[in-house]
């Protein structure tokens, strides 16, 4: 089993920063991938970014340039630095680890970006 406690998110003006984190805890040996999933009202949950314990990154177009993706494999956690924020970005944000078996979800954080 792997537990994620993410960070609060919080409410920002367009243009803003904020940085989300994500701990593990359990079976994080198991843990391959880390990654961060948005869900607005009335849309499907999607990816935000993705990091691999070795380090490789994903993103999804509308935040690449913008949000950073980072991994403290020491620490179990990993990290979103969103900059340059639009009232788009603003949704509930998920913390994901994949393990071989399955993915497991954080509790989710409101991120409020107003114009």
């Known amino acids: 089993q792997v537990q994620l406690v993410e960070s609060t998110g919080g409410s920002v003006q367009a243009g803003g920063s904020l940085r989300l984190s994500c701990a593990a805890s359990?079976?994080?040996?198991?843990?391959?991938?880390m990654g961060w999933y948005r869900q607005a009202p009335g849309k499907q949950r999607e990816l935000v970014a993705k990091?691999?314990?070795?380090?490789?990154?994903n993103y999804a177009d509308s935040v690449k340039g913008r949000f950073t993706i980072s991994r403290d494999n020491t620490k179990n956690t990993v990290y979103l630095q969103m900059n340059s924020l639009k009232p788009e970005d603003t949704a509930v944000y998920y913390c994901?680890?994949?393990?071989?078996?399955?993915?497991?979800w954080g509790q989710g954080t409101q991120v409020t970006v107003s114009s």
């Open positions: 359990g079976s994080t040996f198991s843990i391959n991938a």
């Open positions: 994901a680890a994949d393990t071989v078996l399955r993915t497991y």
């Open positions: 990091i691999t314990r070795g380090g490789s990154t």
